[in-house]
């Protein structure tokens, strides 16, 4: 069992920055590629990004590709999303989740975390 929290999330205006945090316990955090995902207000959930087990593989989508980092340190079983120049369609839930591979896809995710909300005011 895997015990995911996410923070970090607020309301921010257009082009500012946010970093989100997801704190994990449980299974060894550091087997695990860890990804985070969105969900807007009548969207279905879309991947944002995932990083590989070791750190060196990351993968983003379109959208947010340029604009958002995704990190981990093994050591504090955490990953990050640093988020910048955001916009208003990036508001959303945003909820970090684990996998036993770098997956984009939700449905390879075991273990999903509460979720925190980012508004982006234009």
């Known amino acids: 069992q895997v015990h995911l929290v996410e923070s970090g999330g607020g309301l921010v205006q257009a082009g500012d920055s946010l970093r989100l945090s997801c704190a994990a316990s449980g299974r060894t955090f550091s087997s695990y590629a860890m990804g985070w995902f969105r969900q807007a207000p009548g969207k279905e959930r879309e991947f944002v990004s995932v990083i590989r087990w070791s750190g060196d593989f990351t993968v983003y989508a379109d959208a947010v590709k340029g604009r958002f980092t995704i990190s981990r340190d093994n050591a504090k079983n955490t990953v990050y999303l640093q988020m910048n120049n955001l916009k208003p369609e990036d508001t959303a839930v945003y909820y970090c989740?684990?996998?036993?591979?770098?997956?984009?896809?939700?449905?390879?995710?075991?273990?999903w975390g509460q979720g925190t909300q980012v508004t982006v005011s234009s």
């Open positions: 989740a684990v996998a036993r591979w770098t997956s984009s896809r939700d449905g390879d995710y075991d273990y």
